[in-house]
């Protein structure tokens, strides 16, 4: 049974165009090798980053939305660790989102049913 993933790539910003296009695919291949299937990809564009890493000061954000069976999780983590294209990636299951990012708009005090000053007064 495949599980919903996400993984946000930073790759290198050197480099021309096509060259990025063949890291992203570079990125994407080993997912499609180990028999998941890939539900979008998208750039978020290049970005300067908090502090070098990898003598990069600059990094290319990239958004890859995907399923794969869990066992082969460690081998997409190891393939991507080996890319020399990637600077830092995060990989997040899909499924397990925050509660809190699910209601902004309440706030903590609603969700967690402990009294809000609105509806805490005391009957004179």
């Known amino acids: 049974m495949s599980r919903a993933y996400e993984a946000l ?3 290198k910003a050197a480099g021309t165009d096509a060259e990025l296009v063949l890291a992203v695919k570079q990125a994407e291949d080993p997912i499609q090798k180990l028999g998941g299937h890939i539900d979008s990809s998208a750039s978020w564009g290049r970005r300067r980053l908090a502090y070098r890493i990898a003598h990069q000061q600059e990094g ?3 958004l890859i939305q995907f399923h794969l069976e869990p066992q082969r999780l460690d081998e997409l983590k190891r393939a991507l660790r080996l890319n020399e294209h990637i ?3 995060l990989i997040l299951n899909r499924a397990n989102h925050h509660p ?3 209601h902004p708009a309440q706030p903590v005090e ?3 049913g402990a009294p809000t000053p609105s509806t805490s007064r005391v009957a004179p």
């Open 87 to 89: 600077v830092r990636f």
């Open 100 to 102: 809190a990012a699910a």
């Open 9 to 11: 790539t930073i790759l």
């Open 60 to 62: 290319v954000y990239h």
């Open 110 to 112: 609603a969700r967690s």
